[in-house]
């Protein structure tokens, strides 16, 4: 199973967010991409089985929205919510059934004086793959 292309495909087969973010992509955000931009870090995967075969198994993944305005980022977030919350379909020929868990928001300044910081919203999700 390939966790990391299952979520990008969620994320990115879902207009509602291609039409407003700039890029998805997995760990950090590729410094061609502007702002607004997701990116997304698997935390943990855990093997579900029995003494014959691997049942399912559950992944822990956090999604984190860019934005460089705080109104921006919600309306990203009420798109991403909408995308995962409750999911439950085909992926890349693997059942995903999804469950958004926790919400957080945080605000990292900028480097320089001379520019806006970044607002980030982080959204938890676990995804149960099979």
Known sequence: MNTPAIIYDLLNDY??????VNGISPFVRNRTIDFPA????IQS????????????H???????????????AETILEQVFTRCSQFSGTINGTCVRIVVDNIS?????AEDSSS???????????????
Do not use: C, M, P, W
């Open 15 to 20: 207009a509602g967010i291609t039409n407003i």
């Open 38 to 41: 997701i990116i997304y870090d």
């Open 45 to 56: 995967e855990d093997i579900i089985n029995d003494s014959t075969s691997v049942l399912y």
């Open 58 to 72: 559950t992944a822990n993944i956090d999604i984190s929205i860019l934005s460089r305005s705080q109104k921006e």
């Open 105 to 109: 928001r945080e605000y990292e300044a």
């Open 116 to 130: 806006q910081g970044i607002f980030i919203t982080n959204v938890s999700i676990i995804a149960n793959l099979s």
